[in-house]
Nanobody
Framework: QVQLVESGGGLVQAGGSLRLSCAASGSTFSINAMGWYRQAPGKQRELVASITNGGRTNYADSVEGRFTISRDNAKNTVYLQMNSLKPEDTARYYC????????????WGKGTLVTVSL
């Protein structure tokens, strides 16, 4: 089992920055990739950014150049640095830990709310 706890959300004005954190505990050895997803009211959950154990990153087109995902393996923590925030970035942000293909499970945190005002 893996537990994921997000933090760092809040209210920020457009153009501002936030850094989200996702702390993993439990069977963290089984995780081979971590990702940040978001879900706005009335919309489907979507991938924001992901990072593999090898450090390979992937970003949604909508956040490319503004958001940066990183990980601290010693702390079992993944970060999402969000700059130049826009009102359309408003959503609940979720952390996901993937254990595919070896263990075949995805784990999710409960999310942290990010609200970007004009």
């Amino acid at each position: 089992q893996v537990q994921l706890v997000e933090s760092g959300g809040g209210l920020v004005q457009a153009g501002g920055s936030l850094r989200l954190s996702c702390a993993a505990s439990g069977s963290t050895f089984s995780i081979n990739a971590m990702g940040w997803y978001r879900q706005a009211p009335g919309k489907q959950r979507e991938l924001v950014a992901s990072i593999t154990n090898g450090g390979r990153t992937n970003y949604a087109d909508s956040v490319e150049g503004r958001f940066t995902i990183s990980r601290d393996n010693a702390k079992n923590t993944v970060y999402l640095q969000m700059n130049s925030l826009k009102p359309e970035d408003t959503a609940r942000y979720y952390c996901k830990g993937s254990t595919w293909p070896a263990y075949g499970m995805d784990y999710w945190g409960k999310g942290t709310l990010v609200t970007v005002s004009l």
